[in-house]
């Protein structure tokens, strides 16, 4: 009876946790932001300059979903686009100034979501839910 139950779990966790980050982003000043800019900016702060398609594979999604998430955050100046001098036809995805000045605001709320997301477990508890959630994940692919 409880397997009914599993999916509508997930689905309600990542419902609240998208509102989660929502008002972390509001209560930060980043109202402009979106949860899915995130994935896009951490693989930024981690990894400095990359192309559009590095990006994709990084957060694993299509080329063609990254494109607008990647024109709204230049749009909004948190990053830029730069041509390769070598070969013209490769764009660098990098940060701008406004992107490099709200890293310790957007490290805070990330660690604001772990903590919360983890609150009560321990660690055993972590790696067994990451464990059974990548074979759940698996099932699907």
């Known amino acids: ?28 000043g980043l109202n402009d932001l979106i949860p899915s800019h995130g994935n896009i ?3 930024l702060y981690n990894n400095g ?37 070598k070969d013209r036809r490769l764009t660098y995805i990098t940060l701008s100034n406004k992107g490099v000045e709200i890293e310790a605001k957007y490290n805070k709320i990330s660690k604001n979501l772990l903590d919360t997301a983890y609150e ?15 074979k759940l994940n698996n099932n699907f692919s």
Request: charged share 30%; glycine share 2%; with cysteine.
């Open 1 to 28: 009876m409880h397997e009914k139950y599993i999916l509508y779990f997930l689905s309600r966790t990542k419902k609240k946790m998208v509102n989660y980050i929502e008002n972390q982003l509001e209560k930060n």
């Open 41 to 43: 900016l951490t693989v």
């Open 49 to 85: 300059k990359l192309t559009m398609k590095e990006i994709a594979n990084l957060i694993g999604r299509d080329k063609s979903t990254v494109t607008p998430l990647v024109n709204k955050l230049v749009k909004l100046g948190y990053i830029k686009k730069e041509k390769c001098q």
């Open 120 to 134: 009560n477990f321990t660690e055993e508890e972590q790696n067994n839910l990451l464990k059974l959630l990548k």
